[in-house]
Protein backbone atom coordinates (compact mmCIF):
# COMPACT_ATOMS: atom_id res chain seq x y z
CA UNK A 1 0.00 0.00 0.00
CA UNK A 2 2.87 2.71 0.80
CA UNK A 3 4.59 1.38 -2.10
CA UNK A 4 1.38 2.16 -4.18
CA UNK A 5 1.08 5.39 -2.81
CA UNK A 6 5.03 5.91 -3.34
CA UNK A 7 4.48 5.04 -6.98
CA UNK A 8 1.60 7.31 -7.36
CA UNK A 9 3.70 10.46 -6.27
CA UNK A 10 6.54 9.56 -8.32
CA UNK A 11 4.75 9.52 -11.37
CA UNK A 12 3.03 13.06 -10.78
CA UNK A 13 6.19 14.60 -12.93
CA UNK A 14 5.48 12.35 -15.74
CA UNK A 15 1.90 13.09 -15.51
CA UNK A 16 2.53 16.82 -15.66
CA UNK A 17 4.08 16.58 -19.11
CA UNK A 18 2.03 14.43 -21.17
CA UNK A 19 -1.69 14.25 -19.69
CA UNK A 20 -4.03 16.96 -19.58
CA UNK A 21 -6.22 14.81 -18.01
CA UNK A 22 -3.93 14.60 -14.76
CA UNK A 23 -4.81 18.71 -14.36
CA UNK A 24 -8.10 18.11 -13.17
CA UNK A 25 -6.88 16.16 -10.31
CA UNK A 26 -4.45 19.08 -9.65
CA UNK A 27 -7.05 21.52 -9.80
CA UNK A 28 -10.02 19.62 -7.80
CA UNK A 29 -7.94 17.63 -5.22
CA UNK A 30 -4.17 18.88 -4.49
CA UNK A 31 -5.14 22.43 -3.44
CA UNK A 32 -2.24 24.11 -1.37
CA UNK A 33 0.39 21.47 -2.67
CA UNK A 34 2.02 23.33 -5.37
CA UNK A 35 4.64 25.21 -3.78
CA UNK A 36 5.43 22.01 -1.86
CA UNK A 37 5.68 19.88 -5.17
CA UNK A 38 7.63 22.59 -6.84
CA UNK A 39 10.03 22.83 -4.12
CA UNK A 40 10.47 18.76 -3.64
CA UNK A 41 11.00 18.87 -7.93
CA UNK A 42 13.20 20.98 -7.45
CA UNK A 43 14.73 19.06 -5.00
CA UNK A 44 15.16 15.87 -6.88
CA UNK A 45 16.63 17.07 -10.17
CA UNK A 46 19.19 18.91 -8.44
CA UNK A 47 20.57 15.93 -7.42
CA UNK A 48 22.02 14.56 -10.77
CA UNK A 49 22.73 18.40 -11.18
CA UNK A 50 24.93 18.77 -8.53
CA UNK A 51 27.21 15.86 -9.38
CA UNK A 52 28.16 17.37 -12.60
CA UNK A 53 28.92 20.71 -10.33
CA UNK A 54 30.44 18.55 -8.15
CA UNK A 55 33.19 16.91 -11.44
CA UNK A 56 33.32 20.67 -13.10
CA UNK A 57 34.73 21.72 -9.82
CA UNK A 58 36.89 18.69 -9.16
CA UNK A 59 37.99 19.65 -12.60
CA UNK A 60 39.35 23.32 -11.82
CA UNK A 61 40.49 22.04 -8.72
CA UNK A 62 42.90 20.06 -10.61
CA UNK A 63 44.02 23.18 -12.42
CA UNK A 64 45.01 24.75 -9.24
CA UNK A 65 42.58 27.54 -10.44
CA UNK A 66 42.75 28.91 -7.21
CA UNK A 67 47.01 29.15 -7.30
CA UNK A 68 46.39 30.68 -10.54
CA UNK A 69 43.13 33.57 -10.39
CA UNK A 70 45.77 34.92 -7.51
CA UNK A 71 48.37 35.87 -10.09
CA UNK A 72 45.95 38.05 -12.28
CA UNK A 73 46.96 41.61 -12.17
CA UNK A 74 44.41 43.99 -9.65
CA UNK A 75 41.77 44.91 -11.50
CA UNK A 76 38.79 46.67 -12.11
CA UNK A 77 35.12 46.75 -13.72
CA UNK A 78 33.25 49.92 -14.88
CA UNK A 79 29.62 50.55 -14.82
CA UNK A 80 29.63 49.42 -18.93
CA UNK A 81 30.97 45.77 -18.13
CA UNK A 82 34.28 46.65 -18.90
CA UNK A 83 37.64 44.99 -17.28
CA UNK A 84 40.59 47.16 -16.96
CA UNK A 85 43.40 46.73 -14.57
CA UNK A 86 44.33 48.91 -12.07
CA UNK A 87 47.54 49.61 -13.02
CA UNK A 88 48.17 50.66 -16.57
CA UNK A 89 51.44 48.95 -17.17
CA UNK A 90 49.82 45.79 -16.33
CA UNK A 91 47.27 45.85 -19.58
CA UNK A 92 49.99 43.62 -21.50
CA UNK A 93 48.39 39.72 -22.28
CA UNK A 94 50.06 37.18 -20.80
CA UNK A 95 49.61 33.75 -19.70
CA UNK A 96 49.73 32.35 -16.45
CA UNK A 97 50.91 28.85 -15.76
CA UNK A 98 50.38 26.10 -12.63
CA UNK A 99 53.01 24.42 -11.22
CA UNK A 100 52.45 21.74 -13.47
CA UNK A 101 53.71 23.80 -15.91
CA UNK A 102 50.50 23.75 -17.75
CA UNK A 103 48.86 27.25 -19.39
CA UNK A 104 45.81 27.09 -17.24
CA UNK A 105 45.05 30.86 -17.82
CA UNK A 106 45.33 33.83 -20.55
CA UNK A 107 45.20 37.54 -19.31
CA UNK A 108 44.17 38.84 -22.75
CA UNK A 109 42.05 41.79 -22.58
CA UNK A 110 42.29 43.07 -26.41
CA UNK A 111 41.38 39.38 -26.75
CA UNK A 112 44.40 39.24 -29.40
CA UNK A 113 46.97 36.71 -30.02
CA UNK A 114 49.67 35.83 -27.85
CA UNK A 115 53.48 35.20 -28.40
CA UNK A 116 54.99 32.00 -27.94
CA UNK A 117 51.29 30.12 -26.86
CA UNK A 118 50.32 27.29 -29.51
CA UNK A 119 48.02 25.97 -26.88
CA UNK A 120 44.30 26.93 -26.28
CA UNK A 121 43.81 27.20 -22.28
CA UNK A 122 40.85 26.59 -19.96
CA UNK A 123 40.15 29.83 -19.26
CA UNK A 124 40.49 33.37 -21.26
CA UNK A 125 39.74 36.57 -19.23
CA UNK A 126 39.05 39.65 -21.29
CA UNK A 127 37.82 42.75 -20.89
CA UNK A 128 34.04 41.85 -21.56
CA UNK A 129 33.66 38.36 -19.91
CA UNK A 130 35.68 35.24 -18.71
CA UNK A 131 35.63 32.81 -21.30
CA UNK A 132 35.88 28.73 -20.57
CA UNK A 133 36.78 26.60 -23.00
CA UNK A 134 35.16 22.71 -22.49
CA UNK A 135 35.13 19.95 -23.91
CA UNK A 136 31.25 20.15 -24.77
CA UNK A 137 31.98 23.87 -26.51
CA UNK A 138 33.20 27.75 -25.08
CA UNK A 139 31.08 29.08 -22.78
CA UNK A 140 31.03 32.99 -22.14
CA UNK A 141 30.59 34.89 -19.32
CA UNK A 142 30.21 38.50 -19.59
CA UNK A 143 31.34 40.68 -16.72
CA UNK A 144 27.55 42.34 -16.04
CA UNK A 145 25.82 38.58 -15.49
CA UNK A 146 28.56 38.40 -12.61
CA UNK A 147 28.48 41.71 -10.88
CA UNK A 148 25.95 43.81 -12.78
CA UNK A 149 26.34 47.35 -14.00
CA UNK A 150 26.98 49.16 -10.56
CA UNK A 151 31.14 48.64 -11.17
CA UNK A 152 33.69 46.67 -9.06
CA UNK A 153 36.88 45.78 -7.87
CA UNK A 154 37.92 42.51 -9.27
CA UNK A 155 40.22 41.70 -6.25
CA UNK A 156 42.58 38.20 -7.77
CA UNK A 157 43.14 37.04 -3.66
CA UNK A 158 39.78 37.35 -2.88
CA UNK A 159 38.60 35.48 -6.17
CA UNK A 160 40.99 32.75 -5.44
CA UNK A 161 39.95 32.29 -1.38
CA UNK A 162 36.56 32.07 -2.70
CA UNK A 163 36.92 29.19 -5.25
CA UNK A 164 38.88 27.37 -2.44
CA UNK A 165 36.21 27.25 -0.56
CA UNK A 166 34.04 26.31 -3.64
CA UNK A 167 36.40 23.44 -3.84
CA UNK A 168 36.02 22.22 -0.27
CA UNK A 169 32.34 22.64 -0.25
CA UNK A 170 30.68 18.83 0.30
CA UNK A 171 27.98 17.18 -1.48
CA UNK A 172 25.17 18.66 0.69
CA UNK A 173 26.10 21.84 0.73
CA UNK A 174 26.41 22.21 -2.93
CA UNK A 175 22.72 20.18 -3.37
CA UNK A 176 21.44 22.88 -1.39
CA UNK A 177 22.80 25.93 -3.03
CA UNK A 178 21.75 24.25 -7.07
CA UNK A 179 17.73 23.78 -5.23
CA UNK A 180 17.55 27.00 -3.82
CA UNK A 181 18.63 28.47 -7.03
CA UNK A 182 16.38 26.15 -9.32
CA UNK A 183 13.94 26.73 -6.94
CA UNK A 184 13.97 30.74 -7.16
CA UNK A 185 14.21 30.43 -10.62
CA UNK A 186 11.02 28.35 -10.88
CA UNK A 187 9.11 30.18 -8.47
CA UNK A 188 9.66 33.50 -10.22
CA UNK A 189 8.00 31.83 -13.33
CA UNK A 190 5.48 30.47 -11.62
CA UNK A 191 4.24 33.98 -10.21
CA UNK A 192 4.29 35.28 -14.20
CA UNK A 193 2.83 32.38 -15.27
CA UNK A 194 -0.14 31.75 -12.82
CA UNK A 195 -0.69 36.35 -13.60
CA UNK A 196 -0.85 35.44 -17.01
CA UNK A 197 -2.78 32.41 -17.04
CA UNK A 198 -5.60 34.06 -15.12
CA UNK A 199 -6.38 37.06 -17.33
CA UNK A 200 -5.72 35.12 -20.47
CA UNK A 201 -8.40 32.77 -18.66
CA UNK A 202 -10.87 35.44 -18.09
CA UNK A 203 -10.32 37.65 -21.27
CA UNK A 204 -10.14 34.83 -24.25
CA UNK A 205 -11.23 31.38 -22.61
CA UNK A 206 -13.75 32.74 -20.82
CA UNK A 207 -13.24 31.05 -17.64
CA UNK A 208 -12.79 32.55 -14.53
CA UNK A 209 -10.14 30.87 -11.74
CA UNK A 210 -8.15 32.05 -8.46
CA UNK A 211 -4.54 33.34 -8.59
CA UNK A 212 -4.39 30.68 -6.07
CA UNK A 213 -5.46 27.58 -8.47
CA UNK A 214 -3.43 29.42 -11.04
CA UNK A 215 -0.68 29.41 -9.16
CA UNK A 216 -1.00 25.75 -8.75
CA UNK A 217 -1.44 24.65 -12.16
CA UNK A 218 1.18 26.50 -12.98
CA UNK A 219 3.48 24.90 -10.22
CA UNK A 220 3.36 21.66 -12.24
CA UNK A 221 3.09 22.89 -15.60
CA UNK A 222 6.53 23.98 -14.67
CA UNK A 223 7.52 20.51 -14.78
CA UNK A 224 9.38 20.76 -17.94
CA UNK A 225 10.67 23.72 -17.80
CA UNK A 226 12.43 22.25 -14.88
CA UNK A 227 14.06 19.52 -16.87
CA UNK A 228 14.92 21.94 -19.49
CA UNK A 229 17.08 23.74 -16.85
CA UNK A 230 18.47 20.69 -15.78
CA UNK A 231 19.29 19.56 -19.45
CA UNK A 232 21.79 22.85 -19.36
CA UNK A 233 24.10 21.19 -16.58
CA UNK A 234 24.82 18.02 -19.71
CA UNK A 235 24.73 19.87 -22.62
CA UNK A 236 25.88 22.99 -23.98
CA UNK A 237 22.74 24.58 -24.61
CA UNK A 238 21.11 27.27 -23.41
CA UNK A 239 17.13 28.41 -22.94
CA UNK A 240 15.91 31.80 -22.32
CA UNK A 241 13.79 33.24 -19.71
CA UNK A 242 10.97 33.92 -21.43
CA UNK A 243 10.87 30.92 -23.12
CA UNK A 244 10.90 28.79 -19.59
CA UNK A 245 7.92 31.30 -18.44
CA UNK A 246 5.92 30.35 -21.95
CA UNK A 247 6.09 26.87 -21.08
CA UNK A 248 3.96 26.53 -17.81
CA UNK A 249 1.43 29.03 -19.66
CA UNK A 250 0.66 27.33 -22.43
CA UNK A 251 -0.16 24.10 -19.92
CA UNK A 252 -2.58 25.92 -18.32
CA UNK A 253 -4.25 27.82 -21.30
CA UNK A 254 -4.50 24.62 -23.00
CA UNK A 255 -6.33 23.35 -19.60
CA UNK A 256 -8.58 25.93 -19.18
CA UNK A 257 -10.06 25.63 -22.76
CA UNK A 258 -10.57 21.92 -22.04
CA UNK A 259 -12.28 22.43 -19.09
CA UNK A 260 -14.43 24.99 -20.57
CA UNK A 261 -15.32 22.23 -23.33
CA UNK A 262 -16.04 19.56 -20.42
CA UNK A 263 -18.31 21.49 -18.60
CA UNK A 264 -20.22 22.51 -21.64
CA UNK A 265 -20.39 18.89 -22.33
CA UNK A 266 -22.08 18.21 -18.67
CA UNK A 267 -24.73 20.62 -19.35
CA UNK A 268 -25.39 19.59 -22.83
CA UNK A 269 -25.99 15.69 -21.51
CA UNK A 270 -26.14 14.59 -17.71
CA UNK A 271 -25.26 10.93 -18.95
CA UNK A 272 -22.02 12.23 -19.70
CA UNK A 273 -21.62 14.25 -16.13
CA UNK A 274 -22.48 11.22 -14.40
CA UNK A 275 -20.32 8.81 -16.47
CA UNK A 276 -16.61 7.57 -15.75
CA UNK A 277 -15.19 9.52 -19.21
CA UNK A 278 -15.84 12.83 -17.36
CA UNK A 279 -12.66 13.99 -15.03
CA UNK A 280 -15.32 16.30 -13.28
CA UNK A 281 -17.35 12.71 -12.25
CA UNK A 282 -16.65 12.94 -9.10
CA UNK A 283 -18.38 16.80 -8.35
CA UNK A 284 -21.68 16.54 -10.74
CA UNK A 285 -21.86 12.72 -8.53
CA UNK A 286 -22.46 14.77 -5.52
CA UNK A 287 -24.42 17.22 -6.88
CA UNK A 288 -26.74 14.90 -8.65
CA UNK A 289 -27.73 13.47 -5.09
CA UNK A 290 -29.45 16.56 -4.19
CA UNK A 291 -33.01 15.89 -4.42
CA UNK A 292 -35.76 18.81 -5.21
CA UNK A 293 -36.82 19.27 -1.63
CA UNK A 294 -33.23 19.74 -0.48
CA UNK A 295 -32.69 16.26 1.00
CA UNK A 296 -29.45 14.13 0.12
CA UNK A 297 -29.95 10.75 -1.46
CA UNK A 298 -27.30 8.47 0.42
CA UNK A 299 -27.75 5.67 -1.94
CA UNK A 300 -25.16 3.69 -4.39
CA UNK A 301 -23.30 5.16 -7.02
CA UNK A 302 -24.60 6.18 -10.15
CA UNK A 303 -23.83 2.70 -12.46
CA UNK A 304 -25.03 0.56 -9.69
CA UNK A 305 -28.99 2.31 -9.44
CA UNK A 306 -31.02 0.69 -12.18
CA UNK A 307 -32.68 2.68 -14.92
CA UNK A 308 -35.66 4.49 -12.43
CA UNK A 309 -32.40 5.50 -10.24
CA UNK A 310 -30.27 6.94 -12.96
CA UNK A 311 -32.81 8.97 -14.23
CA UNK A 312 -33.98 10.49 -11.16
CA UNK A 313 -30.02 11.65 -10.44
CA UNK A 314 -30.10 13.27 -14.05
CA UNK A 315 -33.32 15.24 -13.35
CA UNK A 316 -31.64 15.94 -10.30
CA UNK A 317 -28.66 17.35 -12.23
CA UNK A 318 -31.13 18.99 -14.94
CA UNK A 319 -33.11 21.08 -12.15
CA UNK A 320 -29.51 22.05 -10.85
CA UNK A 321 -28.33 23.08 -14.42
CA UNK A 322 -31.08 24.77 -14.48
CA UNK A 323 -31.50 26.60 -11.60
CA UNK A 324 -27.93 27.88 -11.72
CA UNK A 325 -28.87 29.29 -15.25
CA UNK A 326 -31.90 31.51 -13.57
CA UNK A 327 -29.81 32.90 -10.89
CA UNK A 328 -27.40 33.72 -13.58
CA UNK A 329 -30.27 35.48 -15.73
CA UNK A 330 -31.65 37.18 -12.88
CA UNK A 331 -28.17 38.76 -12.01
CA UNK A 332 -27.84 39.73 -15.19
CA UNK A 333 -31.54 41.63 -14.85
CA UNK A 334 -30.46 42.96 -11.51
CA UNK A 335 -27.14 44.24 -13.03
CA UNK A 336 -28.97 45.96 -16.21
CA UNK A 337 -31.65 47.22 -13.58
CA UNK A 338 -29.49 48.81 -11.00
CA UNK A 339 -27.54 50.50 -14.00
CA UNK A 340 -29.89 51.18 -17.01
CA UNK A 341 -26.74 52.69 -19.33
CA UNK A 342 -24.65 49.22 -19.01
CA UNK A 343 -26.53 47.78 -22.25
CA UNK A 344 -27.44 50.34 -24.62
CA UNK A 345 -27.59 48.80 -27.56
CA UNK A 346 -30.54 47.34 -26.34
CA UNK A 347 -32.10 50.87 -25.83
CA UNK A 348 -34.91 51.79 -28.42
CA UNK A 349 -33.61 53.22 -31.78
CA UNK A 350 -29.62 52.88 -30.33
CA UNK A 351 -28.56 52.24 -34.03
CA UNK A 352 -30.11 55.77 -34.84
CA UNK A 353 -27.68 58.94 -34.99
CA UNK A 354 -28.83 61.30 -32.21
CA UNK A 355 -30.03 64.78 -33.36
CA UNK A 356 -28.82 67.88 -32.98
CA UNK A 357 -30.11 68.47 -29.17
CA UNK A 358 -28.59 65.11 -28.29
CA UNK A 359 -31.91 63.41 -28.40
CA UNK A 360 -32.86 60.34 -29.65
CA UNK A 361 -35.13 60.47 -32.18
CA UNK A 362 -38.63 58.89 -32.17
CA UNK A 363 -39.37 56.68 -35.27
CA UNK A 364 -43.25 57.11 -34.26
CA UNK A 365 -43.50 61.06 -33.46
CA UNK A 366 -43.94 63.28 -36.77
CA UNK A 367 -41.29 66.19 -35.52
CA UNK A 368 -39.16 63.31 -35.94
CA UNK A 369 -39.61 62.18 -39.34
CA UNK A 370 -39.05 65.89 -40.28
CA UNK A 371 -35.63 65.87 -38.25
CA UNK A 372 -37.33 68.24 -35.87
CA UNK A 373 -36.31 67.59 -31.86
CA UNK A 374 -38.60 65.87 -30.27
CA UNK A 375 -41.02 66.26 -27.29
CA UNK A 376 -39.05 65.73 -24.11
CA UNK A 377 -41.64 65.69 -21.19
CA UNK A 378 -39.18 66.32 -18.29
CA UNK A 379 -41.77 64.68 -15.56
CA UNK A 380 -41.63 61.31 -17.69
CA UNK A 381 -38.07 61.52 -17.79
CA UNK A 382 -37.81 62.00 -13.77
CA UNK A 383 -40.51 59.39 -13.32
CA UNK A 384 -38.80 56.83 -15.26
CA UNK A 385 -35.35 57.43 -14.17
CA UNK A 386 -36.46 56.92 -10.54
CA UNK A 387 -38.13 53.92 -11.48
CA UNK A 388 -34.82 52.56 -12.73
CA UNK A 389 -32.17 53.85 -10.52
CA UNK A 390 -33.87 53.62 -6.94
CA UNK A 391 -35.70 50.79 -4.67
CA UNK A 392 -39.04 51.09 -3.62
CA UNK A 393 -37.92 52.54 -0.14
CA UNK A 394 -36.03 55.69 -1.86
CA UNK A 395 -39.16 55.85 -4.26
CA UNK A 396 -41.15 56.49 -0.64
CA UNK A 397 -39.20 58.51 1.04
CA UNK A 398 -39.37 60.44 -2.63
CA UNK A 399 -42.83 60.77 -3.34
CA UNK A 400 -44.85 63.82 -2.30
CA UNK A 401 -46.50 63.52 0.94
CA UNK A 402 -49.33 65.43 1.73
CA UNK A 403 -48.81 68.57 3.81
CA UNK A 404 -51.12 68.61 7.17
CA UNK A 405 -51.05 72.13 7.85
CA UNK A 406 -52.21 72.86 4.09
CA UNK A 407 -55.77 74.68 3.83
CA UNK A 408 -58.14 73.27 1.43
CA UNK A 409 -61.04 75.52 0.93
CA UNK A 410 -63.09 72.70 -0.66
CA UNK A 411 -62.84 70.41 1.71
CA UNK A 412 -63.60 73.43 4.60
CA UNK A 413 -67.21 74.25 6.11
CA UNK A 414 -65.86 76.80 8.29
CA UNK A 415 -67.68 80.50 7.97
CA UNK A 416 -64.56 82.28 9.17
CA UNK A 417 -63.04 81.46 5.60
CA UNK A 418 -66.46 82.37 3.37
CA UNK A 419 -66.18 85.70 4.64
CA UNK A 420 -66.61 88.49 1.86
CA UNK A 421 -63.08 90.05 1.99
CA UNK A 422 -63.97 92.68 -0.43
CA UNK A 423 -64.60 95.96 1.75
CA UNK A 424 -61.32 95.31 3.76
CA UNK A 425 -59.43 98.66 4.16
CA UNK A 426 -56.33 99.44 2.61
CA UNK A 427 -52.47 98.76 4.18
CA UNK A 428 -52.05 100.59 6.98
CA UNK A 429 -55.56 102.11 7.65
CA UNK A 430 -57.46 101.74 10.78
CA UNK A 431 -60.76 99.61 10.51
CA UNK A 432 -63.43 101.45 12.26
CA UNK A 433 -65.70 98.77 14.26
CA UNK A 434 -69.29 99.38 15.18
CA UNK A 435 -71.01 99.29 18.79
CA UNK A 436 -69.45 96.11 20.42
CA UNK A 437 -66.80 95.66 18.16
CA UNK A 438 -63.08 96.58 18.13
CA UNK A 439 -61.01 98.73 16.33
CA UNK A 440 -58.48 96.79 14.24
CA UNK A 441 -55.33 97.38 12.84
CA UNK A 442 -54.62 95.26 9.09
CA UNK A 443 -51.07 94.88 8.27
Same mark, same amino acid.
Given at each position: MQFDKTLKYLSYPFKAIVSRRFYFEVMSEMAGVGITYLFLLCAAIALPATYQVKAALATLQSYELSTVVGKIPPSYIDTKGVLSPTNPDDAAAKVI?????? *??????????????????????????????????????????????????? !??? $??????????????????? $???? $??????????? $????????????? !?????????????????????? *? !??????FFFNISFSYLMLAGIPICYTVSFLVQLRKVIEMCIADPKFALSARNPLRQFYESQSRVREDNTIDHGPAYEDLDEAGRFEREENLRRIFKRNADNIRMNMMHQQHNNPYQNQSQWPNSDEQRNDNGMWPNANDENSKNNEPSSFNEQQDSNATDNQAKSNDERKDNEVKPNPYAYNAKDDDDSIFNDNFDDLPERGEVKKGGEGKDSSFTP
Open positions: YNSKGQ *AILAYNLENGPIDGLNESVPITITSHAAILNTHDGTVTVPWTSVYGNAGSQ !FEP $LEMARALEQAFNSSYYTVW $LMVT $LWMFSMLAFIV $LIAGAATKAIGSI !FVKTKVSYATALRLSSYGATLA *A !FLMLSQ
